[in-house]
Each structure stands twice: as C-alpha cells, then as structure tokens.
DNA sequence: TCTTGACTTAGAGTTCGCTCAAAGCCCTAG
DNA sequence: CTAGGGCTTTGAGCGAACTCTAAGTCAAGA
C-alpha cells in the first residue's frame, strides 16, 4: 500500500511516517516502480505498536532504542524484554498517580455541586487534597492546609 | 515563606514558580520589605492542585482557564466544575487507554519470556497485538482514534 | 490529453513547557 | 565589614515531536 493508505490505516499522518522513517523508528521503505513507498501489513502492526507505547508516554528515543534492538535480530530478546518491563514500570506508577488524581477530581467536583450559593469548597479549601503518590521532595512533614 | 522555599515545598523549580506567575497561572506573588516574593500556604495547596491537573495530562492552557475562572471568584463555580467534569471524562479515557495498553504490554512481555532459546516471538508476530487473544477492551485494532 | 492530486526531497517552522543567562540588588552568616 | 548566596528582571534558548513549505515528479481518472 501507498503511503497515504498506510496513513489512513493508521491514523497518523504520512509527514509523520515519513519523519518515523527519518528518524530510524520505521525501516526504510521499499520502493514501487516509480520510486514511491510501498508498505506492507507488517508496517500497519508495527506502528499500531508504536502508537501504543507513545500513548503510554515512551519518549521516542526509548522507542528508538527499542526498534533498533528488533532491527538487531532475535538475540536481543532479552534486552527488548528488559526494555519493556521497565516501560511497564513506569505506567503502573503513572496509572497509580492518575487513579489518585481521578478521586481528587472527584472530590473537588462534588464540592463545587453541593450547596451552590455558598462556598463550603472554596478555590482553596477545594484544592486540598489527600496528598498521595506524587511527593516531590518527600521532605514534606508538616501537611498544614485543612485535609 | 519565599520562593525557595515554597520551591522545595511544592517539588517545582523557583524559575517554574516565575514562570507560572508570568503566564497567570499563579497570581502576583505580595512582596515583602525588600521586594522579593512572599507566599503563604495557599500557594502550596493552590501549585499542589495544578501539579495534580498536570499529571492528569492537562494543558497549561486550561490551566489558566481554570485559575481564571478562579480569580473572578465564587460565581464561576459551575463553570469550574464543567472544566473539571470535562477534564475527568478525558483522564478516565486515557486511563482506559492505558490499563488496554498494559495488558498488551504484558502479553509482549510473557511473550518474550517464553522458550529463551527459541522465539515463537520474532520481532514482528511479537509485536502485533493484531489476532492476539487477549483483547481487554474489545478495541479492533485497524483504525484506533488518533490522541 | 489534460489535469488533479498523491507522491518525492530537504529543510524550515511551530507548539509546549519549561530552563537558563546576564546583570544587578540585597539579606545574612561569619 | 565582607563575601556569598538568594533574590530580581527581561529575554533568549532548548528539546521533544511533530508539521509544514517549496519545488518538483509522476500516475491515473475524466
């Protein structure tokens, strides 16, 4: 398939396959008769699995190190399973930290739909959160503002 | 306290905490005898919910929106908690997006571990999630929205 | 046949969210 | 008193990930 189609089948943009190609996340493409790239499912797949790991916040230069890795063959196995796990890792702790912050906003907005008139949840007394996951310093002993 | 402090208070950098005053995110910090920034606990809470809306993946943009909002005081009650109500029916999106994408991390994953020797798992049936089993969402892969 | 639209390239431009630099002022510990 | 570190400002710079432009080639449908 055309460039566009793979676009289209895809959901990104044939700027951006053509960048990917640039760039070492997808393998140089073969070219039809009149110089024109030519895919094949295989490339639907691997992007597919791109977007994926984009969506769950891999910076593309760990995918890069990723495709380079595949592109090195089945003995990279391991170091690709490596690579993933601690990808993982990382989307659990993200998934934990957006939890915590769905109850928060769960919270704030019953706040603001109790009692209209008045504020029992004002902009600031509002704000307070049980604080949970994300603690920047940790050097944070004294939690003042009310809970 | 001063902007160092409230710095290490808040795990954001005191440039960062200029910045956002800049852009209208925080309000103009009072100042004290000799010019310099003087902030009280209300700051803490107040860069603590914005570093809350940041990790929900909310754009500085909206950000403002709702600081906005937020300075022009009680009345804007309602229309905070649609920017929140919005905000969450997007942050319970992208959380649906990222447990699907965990389970087919996982799926890769096992698939690696298996037969160290051998791979039943070559680079590209690994990588496609296409017929795999396991589909948590039900999402047929082909065409999934763009972000 | 003609025209339209998809494709090609190299490289420049954009957006986001900081992050830093430079130059100078002033508070505080030693 | 002095040195150092923290603060002030404006404005520039940066890295990530695209996104678009320009100028040109070419294939295929009306």
């Known amino acids: 398939m055309k460039i566009g189609d793979l676009a289209k089948r895809t ?17 140089h493409a073969h070219r039809d008769g009149s110089g024109r790239r030519d895919y094949g499912e295989d490339s639907v797949v691997w992007i597919g699995f791109l977007s994926r790991l984009k969506t769950t916040g ?22 690709r399973a490596a690579l993933l796990s601690e ?6 702790a993200h998934l934990a930290e957006l939890q ?3 109850t928060v906003l769960d919270t ?14 004002d902009a600031d007394s509002n704000d307070t959160d049980t604080h949970t996951t994300t603690d920047p310093t940790g ?9």
Chains 1, 2 share one sequence.
């Open 108 to 121: 704030k907005i019953a706040g603001y739909g109790e009692t209209e008139g008045t504020d029992p949840n």
């Open 139 to 147: 050097t944070r002993h004294g939690r003042h503002g009310r809970d």
């Open 11 to 27: 959901g990104i943009t044939a700027h951006t396959i053509r960048y990917y190609e640039r760039i070492g996340l997808l393998p």
């Open 87 to 92: 990808h993982r890792d990382r989307v659990r």
């Open 58 to 79: 891999m910076p593309i230069r760990d995918m890069l190190r990723y495709a380079r890795l595949r592109a090195q063959g089945d003995s990279t196995g391991p170091a």
């Open 100 to 102: 915590s912050a769905l």
